[in-house]
């Protein structure tokens, strides 16, 4: 157990559905990660916070949001679904910011199916 | 842009059988390498980090080492619960942004 935790595991839903994804870190973790992962695919970087703050952002669509909150837990919006955004979503967390070689502890994450 | 390839994509050993997986690098500003294992619908788990050529580190059945240019994952006498996929990436970036590798699958027979 990497002590990330992400709800829902699962997620059914339709085309042009929204849907929200969260993240806890790591107990005394600053930054947050989130990847996409489909079917046979490598890790998708998308975005990442360090502290509230967007650091960072991948290949993500502008379809998709997300936000780190005071507390330190992050939720990725994802709206307008298509059936193309089916994929496995992780979270990941580190003590500190990006790129500065903390090492990344990821989450079970969250599959989603798009119907 | 940064760029890590694995090699090989697929790997299929029998038990007992070592072999070597490889991650090579064109990273500006490059200092060290994160491995990490995932099983099938699973979170990477991190393995090792790797700062300096030269170093070494060890877990089981699994040896990395880091060179200037590339790092290497050994695995000695393999059993079947080491078949996953092994990933490795970049510690430090300038955009900040954790780079992975396609990554090799491994799969061990009995």
């Known amino acids: 157990d990497s002590g990330v935790t992400q709800t829902p595991k699962h997620l059914i839903t339709a085309t042009g559905q929204r849907v929200t994804l969260r993240c806890s870190p790591r107990s005394g973790d600053l930054s947050v990660y989130w990847y996409q992962q489909s079917l046979d695919q490598g890790l998708q970087f998308l975005i990442q916070?360090?502290?509230?703050?967007?650091?960072a952002k991948g290949n993500i669509l502008e379809r998709f949001s997300a936000q780190q909150f005071p507390d330190l837990h992050s939720e990725l919006n994802l709206s307008s679904l298509e059936l193309g955004d089916s994929a496995l979503y992780f979270c990941a967390s580190s003590v500190g910011p990006p790129g500065q070689g903390y090492e990344q502890y990821f989450g079970p994450g969250t599959r989603l199916t798009v119907t | 842009e940064d760029q890590v390839t694995q090699s090989p994509e697929a790997l299929r050993l029998q038990e007992g059988e070592s072999s070597s997986l490889n991650c090579s690098y064109t990273?500006?500003?490059?200092?060290?390498l994160f491995w990490y294992r995932q099983d099938p619908g699973k979170g990477p788990e991190f393995l090792f980090t790797l700062y300096s050529a030269g170093e070494e580190k060890e877990k089981e059945r699994l040896k990395a080492t880091l060179t200037k240019k590339e790092s290497f994952l050994h695995i000695t006498a393999p059993k079947p619960e080491d078949s996953a996929t092994y990933l490795c990436a970049p510690p430090y970036s300038n955009t900040g942004k954790l780079i992975f590798g396609q990554g090799t699958t491994l799969q061990v027979k009995p």
């Open positions: 990273v500006s500003g490059l200092r060290g």
């Open positions: 916070y360090y502290n509230g703050e967007e650091r």
